[in-house]
């Protein structure tokens, strides 16, 4: 089966980032319903898209301008808020409604994922079409962890907008100007440390004795795995890594979007093991877990060094996809 519809494409497309486009996708196509899933507004929609459609438009290339401007839709009565609340500390969630809030915080990183997946779709018309459907079944996975969480949310007795939310990805990824820079952010980036983190988070649910959330954080973390071996094997092969060796540390280094650096993107501890299997190689964990080590102390956290650039406290926001 073809992989586009008959759509003809226009004279000279070929290359990431091209700036000619239509107005609107043909209806029907997976680039028309990943610009309806961005921009719907209530979580049942965020969390159950449903099917996508089989054929890609082949046509429709937003560009950067568009692509950049794009905003999530997002229900009225959610506070979105430009700095980060704390997320509870590990001795306040014996509170439901500190492990309610969160599990919201994981809850809008997923959907957030699973909008930048759809965004990615849509910024990258030039992608492999393995990719791009690549990255509908991450969406796909997102919008499954992110209902998930809703439902263990509601069990806690709170709902999705008793909680402000940040789009702190959507800040960082709606700038990437290349499938390679997209996957060092998004796949490498923030999903990799989630594998960290989510070990991390699931240890202290279960220190309180809710495994129900514990095991769902669980699950989710090692259902991350596979992602960042998506990102893996396309940005090793997008940077000319022999079969195998997975992505090189200073490619990777490069490709972020300035000022995020790889200190960000680990958590406490590094799990080797999973990231290994993500594809990760042993000299890239070496290098990644000596980030922010200064004569065998550790460096300001990113949260205290401000890493997003304006002194915002983005911790909770770097925690978990
Ligand atoms: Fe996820
Ligand atoms: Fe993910």
Same mark, same amino acid.
């Given at each position: 089966?073809?992989?586009?519809?008959?759509?003809?494409?226009?004279?000279?497309?070929?290359?990431?980032?091209?700036?000619?486009?239509?107005?609107?996708?043909?209806?029907?196509?997976? /680039?028309?319903?990943?610009?309806?899933?961005?921009?719907?507004?209530?979580?049942?929609?965020?969390?159950?898209?449903?099917?996508?459609?089989?054929?890609?438009?082949?046509?429709?290339?937003?560009?950067?301008?568009?692509?950049?401007?794009?905003?999530?839709?997002?229900?009225?009565?959610?506070?979105?808020? /430009?700095?980060?609340?704390?997320?509870?500390?590990?001795?306040?969630?014996?509170?439901?409604?500190?492990?309610?809030?969160?599990?919201?915080?994981?809850?809008?990183?997923?959907?957030?994922?699973?909008?930048?997946?759809?965004?990615?779709?849509?910024?990258?018309?030039?992608?492999?079409?393995?990719? %791009?459907?690549?990255?509908?079944?991450?969406?796909?996975? /997102?919008?499954?962890?992110?209902?998930?969480?809703?439902?263990?949310?509601?069990?806690?007795?709170?709902?999705?907008?008793?909680?402000?939310?940040?789009?702190?990805?959507?800040?960082?990824?709606?700038?990437?100007?290349?499938?390679?820079?997209?996957?060092?952010?998004?796949?490498?980036?923030?999903?990799?440390?989630?594998?960290?983190?989510?070990?991390?988070?699931?240890?202290?649910?279960?220190?309180?004795?809710?495994?129900?959330?514990?095991?769902?954080?669980?699950?989710?973390? %090692?259902?991350?795995?596979?992602?960042? %071996?998506?990102?893996?094997?396309?940005?090793?092969?997008?940077?000319?890594?022999?079969?195998?060796?997975?992505?090189?540390?200073?490619?990777?280094?490069?490709?972020?979007?300035?000022?995020?650096?790889?200190?960000?993107?680990?958590?406490?501890?590094?799990?080797?093991?999973?990231?290994?299997?993500?594809?990760?190689?042993?000299?890239?964990?070496?290098?990644?877990?000596? /980030?922010?080590?200064?004569?065998?102390?550790?460096?300001?956290?990113?949260?205290?060094?401000?890493?997003?650039?304006?002194?915002?406290?983005?911790?909770?926001?770097?925690?978990?996809?």
């Amino acid at each position: 089966m073809s992989q586009h519809s008959p759509r003809p494409r226009s004279p000279g497309e070929g290359a990431w980032g091209c700036e000619h486009s239509l107005t609107a996708p043909e209806v029907g196509t997976i /680039e028309a319903w990943c610009l309806d899933y961005i921009s719907a507004e209530e979580v049942a929609a965020k969390c159950s898209p449903g099917e996508p459609p089989a054929l890609f438009d082949g046509y429709y290339a937003p560009d950067l301008a568009v692509c950049s401007a794009m905003a999530p839709g997002r229900g009225v009565g959610l506070r979105v808020q /430009e700095r980060a609340e704390r997320i509870p500390r590990p001795a306040a969630l014996r509170e439901a409604s500190a492990r309610a809030k969160l599990l919201h915080v994981f809850m809008h990183h997923e959907i957030q994922a699973a909008e930048l997946s759809a965004w990615a779709i849509l910024r990258f018309p030039d992608a492999p079409a393995e990719f %791009r459907r690549g990255l509908l079944g991450i969406l796909d996975d /997102e919008a499954r962890h992110a209902q998930m969480y809703l439902g263990r949310v509601r069990e806690l007795g709170s709902q999705y907008g008793d909680f402000a939310v940040r789009d702190w990805f959507w800040e960082k990824a709606r700038h990437c100007t290349t499938p390679l820079q997209y996957t060092a952010l998004m796949g490498l980036g923030f999903e990799g440390a989630n594998i960290d983190h989510a070990a991390r988070f699931e240890r202290q649910l279960r220190d309180v004795n809710d495994e129900r959330s514990a095991d769902l954080v669980g699950q989710v973390g %090692r259902e991350e795995v596979s992602h960042v %071996r998506f990102a893996s094997r396309w940005f090793a092969e997008w940077t000319g890594e022999a079969e195998g060796d997975g992505p090189d540390y200073d490619r990777w280094c490069e490709a972020l979007p300035p000022p995020l650096t790889p200190a960000v993107f680990k958590g406490d501890p590094v799990q080797v093991e999973r990231r290994a299997r993500a594809g990760l190689s042993r000299s890239f964990l070496g290098r990644l877990m000596s /980030e922010g080590k200064v004569r065998g102390t550790t460096q300001k956290s990113p949260r205290r060094a401000g890493i997003d650039g304006s002194g915002n406290d983005s911790d909770s926001e770097l925690c978990r996809e």
